[in-house]
């Protein structure tokens, strides 16, 4: 599958996400996908992040062959946790709306 102009293969991808890939980002304004936006706001928030909470919504089927995208809104950073929702586009539509609360690994874990 071709993908729209302005994506790149995303690299280093968990185990999970290498067996649901390929996964594309395009940096901009919009984001990137959930787990992954926290990882490109860079220093401000480096460091190691796993998920606590993850809900998911599933409002509409993907079909076959649809080109699907994250918009993502990181809601609140701090120095434990952070708190991060996401909308999963169609062809115009919302598909899944996916809520999660990832914490910052500490020393040792």
Known sequence: MSHPEGFRPLTGLSPFNTLVGPLYERRDAAGVSLGYALLAEGE???GNFFTVHLAIDYASPARLGDWIESAVE???AGSRLAF???YLVAGGRRIVRASAIFARAG???
Do not use: D, P, S
Request: net charge positive; charged share 25%.
């Open 44 to 46: 401000k928030l480096a």
């Open 74 to 76: 990181i809601q609140q």
């Open 84 to 86: 991060a929702n996401c």
């Open 107 to 109: 020393k040792g874990e």
